[in-house]
C-alpha cells in the first residue's frame, strides 16, 4: 500500500501511545490491537513486523474495516494473535500503515524475581511465626528480665517481710508452705516471708494482729486449698472475708492446687474470677515443682523486685531505712541522730522544757526509781512504722 491509495492524514486510534510495554507469561496468549483512522478513499491493510521483519506464521493477524459517520473517513483495525510457547515469541511487534505505527514490546517474565518475593515472603511469616512462638513461651523471661533490670523497688517503706504467706496448718498446706514455697523464695531468690497459719478472718472485723501482719509485709499470699476453705470463717462469711482481703492488701496473691481445683466451692471459682484484676491467681501443677516453671516465674512477678547485693550489705530493703532510733539500738544512752523520727523527715520543733526530776521515792524493799525523760516522744513519726514499740517493761506493770 503508498500514500498515493491511502492519501493522509493517519490518526493512530490504539493502543493509546505509540510504544506498549508488556510483560505477559510464557505459555499465554496476548492480543495486540492496532486501530488507525483513515481517509475513505484508503483500501490498504495494516502491516505487522516482528523484530523489524515481517511477521510470518504462526503469527496471524485479523483486519477489521468500517465506515465512520461520513464517507470522508474510515477506521482499519488491525489484531495480531501471539501465542508465547516459546521464548523467541517474545519482542518487539509493530504494527504500520506508511507513516504512521505503534509497537508492542513483550518482555519475558522474570520467574526467579517471583520466586525471590515468594521465599522472601515466606521467610518474613515464618520469623514473625517463630517471634511469637518464642514470646509465649519465653514471655515471663523476658519480664522478670526487664522488671529486674528496669523496674522500681519497693525501698524505704518501712516494712520488713516481702510477703505473708496465709495457709491452713493441714498436713498437705504445712509441708507445701515450709518445705517448698518459703525455702524457694527464701533460700533462692532472698524473699522475707512471714507464715501465718491462723484464721485471717475469724470474726467479722479484722484482728489487730491480721493488721499488724499485713501491714508489715509487701505482698499477702493465700494458700487457697480444699483444707483452708473447710475453716468455719471461710464456710460462714467467704464473701466478705474475701472482700476484706482485698480492701487490706494491694493485689493479693491466691495459691489453688491443680488436683483440688475440681472440689472447690463453684461460687469461690466465680469470685476469683470476677476480680482477676484485684488478684493473682496462681495454680500448683505437677510441673511446678521445678525451679524453671511458670509458676515461679508468675510468682516472682507478683512479689516485689529483689536488688541484688554484695556480701554482707544486708538487705538493701532493710538496710536503707537507716533507723537509728536508740529504742532500737543496742547501747541506749547513744546519742539520737535522728531526732524527727524513723522516717528521717527533717522538720522543725519546739521541745518542751526539761522535766522536773521528782526525788526517789525510798519504798522498802525496792530499787530507787527515778522519772523518765519521755519529752520527745510525742514529737516522733511512727505513722509508717509496720512494727510496734512497747514502751513499758513488766517491771513496770
Not at 69 to 79: I, R
Not at 115 to 143: E, Q
Not at 335 to 359: Q, T
Not at 374 to 390: E, F, H, K, T, V
Request: with cysteine; glycine share 6%; aromatic share 8%.
Amino acid at each position: 500500500m503508498t500514500g498515493t491509495q491511502c492519501g493522509f492524514p493517519h490518526t493512530l486510534i490504539s493502543p493509546a501511545t505509540a510504544d506498549q510495554e508488556l510483560w505477559p507469561h510464557l505459555g499465554t496468549a496476548v492480543s495486540l490491537n492496532c486501530t488507525l483512522q483513515v481517509p475513505g478513499s484508503c483500501n490498504g491493510s495494516v502491516t505487522w513486523l516482528k523484530d523489524g521483519k515481517a511477521a510470518e506464521p504462526p503469527y496471524t493477524a485479523q483486519d477489521i474495516v468500517w465506515n465512520g459517520l461520513n464517507s470522508s473517513v474510515k477506521f482499519l483495525s488491525s489484531v495480531l494473535d501471539v501465542n508465547l510457547t516459546t521464548e523467541e515469541d517474545y519482542g518487539k511487534f509493530t504494527c504500520q500503515l506508511q507513516n504512521v505505527s505503534a509497537s508492542f514490546t513483550l518482555h519475558k517474565t522474570d520467574k526467579a524475581g517471583h520466586i525471590a518475593a515468594v521465599i522472601f515472603a515466606l521467610c518474613v511469616v515464618a520469623v514473625l511465626v517463630i517471634g511469637v512462638v518464642l514470646y509465649l513461651k519465653c514471655r515471663l523471661t523476658i519480664n522478670l528480665w526487664y522488671r529486674d533490670k528496669y523496674g522500681e523497688p519497693e525501698m524505704n517503706d518501712g516494712r520488713l517481710f516481702d510477703a505473708c504467706v496465709s495457709f491452713c496448718p493441714s498436713n498437705i498446706d504445712t509441708k507445701f508452705t515450709n518445705f517448698i514455697l518459703k525455702p524457694q523464695l527464701e533460700n533462692r531468690y532472698g524473699y522475707k516471708l512471714h507464715l501465718d497459719e491462723r484464721s485471717l478472718l475469724a470474726s467479722t472485723e479484722p484482728s489487730a494482729e491480721l493488721l499488724m501482719n499485713v501491714s508489715r509485709s509487701r505482698r499477702l499470699i493465700v494458700v487457697l486449698s480444699t483444707a483452708y476453705l473447710e475453716q468455719e470463717w471461710c464456710q460462714n462469711n467467704f464473701r466478705d472475708g474475701f472482700f476484706r482481703l482485698l480492701e487490706l492488701s494491694q493485689t493479693p496473691i491466691f495459691i489453688l492446687f491443680e488436683n483440688q481445683y475440681k472440689d472447690l466451692p463453684v461460687e469461690v471459682i466465680q469470685l476469683l474470677n470476677s476480680q482477676k484484676g484485684s488478684l493473682k491467681t496462681l495454680m500448683w501443677k505437677a510441673d511446678s515443682v521445678s525451679p524453671a516453671s511458670e509458676f515461679w516465674k508468675e510468682l516472682r512477678l507478683a512479689l516485689p523486685r529483689k536488688i541484688s547485693m554484695s556480701a554482707g550489705q544486708g538487705d538493701p530493703q532493710t538496710q536503707s531505712q537507716d533507723d537509728k532510733d536508740p529504742m532500737l539500738t543496742v547501747n541506749s544512752e547513744a546519742a539520737d541522730l535522728d531526732p524527727d523520727g524513723d522516717l528521717g523527715v527533717r522538720r522543725s520543733f519546739h521541745k518542751s522544757p526539761p522535766p522536773r526530776i521528782a526525788p526517789v521515792a525510798r519504798v522498802p524493799d525496792r530499787e530507787p526509781v527515778g522519772e523518765v525523760d519521755i519529752s520527745d516522744l510525742g514529737s516522733r513519726n511512727y505513722a509508717a512504722r509496720s512494727d510496734y514499740y512497747c514502751l513499758v517493761t513488766e517491771p513496770d506493770l
